[in-house]
């Protein structure tokens, strides 16, 4: 039986993510000036077209470019040690505590809460037409899915293949790719949840949207 409590007091007891930020290729390492404490921000803008917080340059072959944050955030540590060296493509340069939204601690609860059925191979995951007409008209909650059941179709290099369910019986619940997605192998695919344990579910989501405090 799930113990929506646990997860909950879980979440509350840690309700940040710690991002690691690396630098994407190798060269010399120019720091902003952030300190840990500071506030930083990721993408913003209707379109996601203004950048994040600077955080730092880095320069390879006289090409200066910026390391931005990715999102939202406190910066936890900077590597101000590495200022004016070259580093090597990976090499983490910053950490920064990112809080958890609303519809993240909703999303951390869901992947706990749900069976999630992966993809066995990275491709691109379209559902059977019949799944699909259903999905679309009658939305997520109205497909059963069961064990042995053809629910998908895996599109790799030109190859088409039938992937059935495999898991307990329920209704999708959540759905985590897109039409024409590639999918890596393992990534959750969907969501199933018992249909015993839809209401206790639909009902922690509705205590996290009227309760969570977004920091």
């Known amino acids: 039986m799930l113990n929506i409590k646990e997860l909950l007091d879980e979440v509350k007891?840690?309700?940040?993510?710690?991002?690691?930020?690396?630098?994407?290729?190798?060269?010399?390492?120019e720091f902003a000036g952030l300190k840990p404490?500071?506030?930083?921000?990721?993408?913003?803008?209707?379109?996601?077209?203004k950048p994040g917080t600077l955080l730092a340059h880095l320069t390879r072959e006289r090409n200066r470019k910026p390391i931005t944050a990715p999102e939202k955030g406190e910066v936890e540590s900077v590597r101000t040690e590495l200022e004016g060296q070259f580093v090597e493509a990976g090499e983490p340069l910053a950490t920064i505590r990112h809080f958890l939204t609303r519809k993240e601690v909703i999303e951390r609860i869901l992947q706990e809460a749900l069976f999630l059925f992966r993809a066995p191979e990275r491709a691109k995951y379209y559902f059977v037409p019949e799944v699909d007409q259903k999905l679309k008209?009658?939305?997520?909650?109205?497909?059963?899915?069961?064990?042995?059941?053809?629910?998908?179709?895996?599109?790799?290099?030109?190859?088409?293949?039938?992937?059935?369910?495999?898991?307990?019986?329920?209704?999708?619940?959540?759905?985590?790719?897109?039409?024409?997605?590639?999918?890596?192998?393992?990534?959750?695919?969907?969501?199933?949840?018992?249909?015993?344990?839809?209401?206790?579910i639909q009902d922690v989501v509705a205590r996290i949207q009227s309760e969570w405090e977004e920091a």
């Not at 840690?14 to 994407?24: D, G, H, K, L, T």
């Not at 059963?144 to 059935?164: C, D, F, H, N, Y």
């Open 13 to 29: 007891a840690s309700p940040y993510r710690e991002i690691v930020v690396a630098a994407p290729h190798t060269g010399v390492v």
């Open 37 to 49: 404490g500071d506030q930083v921000h990721g993408r913003r803008g209707e379109f996601k077209e």
């Open 137 to 200: 008209v009658s939305g997520k909650r109205s497909v059963k899915v069961s064990e042995g059941m053809e629910l998908m179709i895996v599109s790799r290099m030109k190859r088409e293949t039938p992937l059935a369910y495999s898991g307990p019986e329920g209704i999708i619940h959540s759905v985590y790719f897109g039409r024409g997605d590639n999918v890596d192998e393992g990534a959750p695919l969907i969501g199933v949840c018992p249909e015993d344990q839809l209401t206790v």
